[in-house]
């Protein structure tokens, strides 16, 4: 198995509301990270756990929280969030071993749109 | 700061060719590079990593080709197919040695585009 499963696949919600995404996998991977993707640019990194804990926090607004339950389970709480914020949110994992040859294995995302 | 890039936006072959994509790279410490591909409403698909220790790697119909003294990254895919469209990232891990995990920063994309 070497699948990185997101929920829901698309979400629409309002500028007040609060909802989660949702990220889990079944490799025994130990690192997993969360992000961001505009249309037609890259990935970019917000937030890495190891082990549990919290390790990259890329200076993403409070009003996503991220949080990690156990090592297979990764969560983003969003609240409060403006239309810029909608993108196309990645969910990825890695062994989590010494950091140096880490290949990311990553979710299909989840299509977010903040009206 | 530090940034991975391609050279070609987008590249346009027919099928059956060959297509090369190529990156650059400014971090002269970096030492493990990956190419994805990604195709419309999916995640990056991991493709083929190459580590600093090596200049060329291959896969199945994949070529990855590393030099480091001009600090350029290159994919090679054979025979390409329609199945081969899609958006290909280069992303140089620039994690430190010491953690436990990586930290990607990926290159602009380049769109393949292959006609049958």
């Known amino acids: 198995d070497t699948e990185v499963t997101q929920t829901p696949k698309h979400l629409v919600m309002g500028m007040t509301n609060k909802k989660s995404l949702k990220c889990e996998q079944h490799?025994?991977?130990?690192?997993m990270y969360w992000y961001k993707q505009k249309a037609k640019k890259p990935p970019e990194l917000m937030f890495v756990y190891s082990y549990e804990k919290l390790s990259i926090n890329e200076s993403v607004p409070s009003r996503f929280s991220p949080e990690c339950p156990n090592s297979s389970l990764l969560n983003l709480h969003l609240h409060a969030l403006q239309p810029e914020d909608s993108a196309l949110y990645l969910c990825a994992s890695s062994q989590g071993g010494t950091g140096v040859n880490e290949k990311l294995f990553f979710g299909s995302g989840t299509q977010l749109s903040v009206l | 700061g530090e940034s991975v890039g391609l050279h070609l936006p987008t590249l346009s072959v027919q099928e059956g060719d060959n297509s090369i994509i190529n990156c650059a790279y400014s971090n002269s410490a970096s030492d493990y590079f990956i190419w994805y591909k990604q195709e419309s409403g999916k995640g990056p698909q991991f493709i083929i990593d190459?580590?600093?220790?090596?200049d060329k790697r291959q896969g199945q119909r994949v070529t990855v080709l590393l030099n480091k003294t001009v600090k350029h990254l290159s994919l090679q895919i054979a025979a390409t197919q329609p199945g081969d469209s899609a958006v290909y990232f280069c992303?140089?891990?620039?994690?430190?040695?010491?953690?436990?995990?990586?930290?990607?920063?990926f290159g602009q994309g380049t769109i393949l585009t292959v006609h049958p």
């Open positions: 992303a140089e891990n620039s994690g430190a040695g010491g953690t436990s995990y990586g930290k990607l920063t």
């Open positions: 490799m025994g991977h130990r690192a």
């Open positions: 190459i580590r600093s220790n090596m």
